[in-house]
């Protein structure tokens, strides 16, 4: 979305809100296995002493994947949004985003703040047991009956427990 900031650029203590809903597309990261629709992104840009701010919200449905089980789990995510917004590029701020012919693209800094306010891991539980190496099941489920692995050093060692 873009958003016209020229009304509030050279006026300090104006502001301009914005309420819309972003397109998630494009944004699979991490362990985020879909986006579910419905996002909603909310806030203000305010001039503060000559110095264009935005504050806001990002309201985001993902379905995330677990990382020890793959079970996938819907989640509501509510992303803070803040941002510098400047005229032109600056190595004062390096963060800050560009004022484009009086207009901000809204869009970006919500793809910014979702991606790095998502979870490259993320577990179903703290206590997820994940899957058998071996044969793949749930151990979350239960134990999978396969026969525990002995470490070879320790072979000779069984077969002396065996023959009793």
């Known amino acids: ?3 016209d900031v020229r009304e509030i650029i050279n006026v300090p203590g104006e502001r301009r809100e914005f309420d819309y809903q972003p397109s998630p597309e494009g944004l699979e990261t991490g362990a985020v ?3 579910l629709p ?3 992104a909310h806030g203000v840009i305010e001039n503060r002493a000559g110095v264009l701010h935005l504050e806001g919200t990002l309201e985001a449905g993902v379905t995330y994947e677990c990382s020890r ?3 996938r789990v819907d989640k509501a995510l509510t992303i ?3 941002a510098v917004l400047v005229e032109q590029e600056s190595e004062e701020e390096p963060d800050a985003f560009l004022i484009v012919g009086g207009m901000v693209d809204v869009d970006e800094i919500v793809d910014d703040a979702f991606i790095l306010n998502a979870d490259e891991r993320f577990l179903c539980s703290e206590d997820c047991k994940g899957l058998c190496s071996r044969c793949g099941a749930d151990l979350n489920e239960g134990p999978c009956g396969c026969e525990k692995e002995i470490d ?6 069984r077969q002396l427990l065996e023959t009793d």
């Open 1 to 3: 979305m873009q958003l």
């Open 33 to 35: 296995a879909a986006l």
């Open 38 to 40: 419905g996002w909603r």
């Open 69 to 71: 089980c793959l079970k």
């Open 80 to 82: 803070p949004m803040h």
């Open 152 to 157: 070879p050093r320790l072979a000779v060692l």
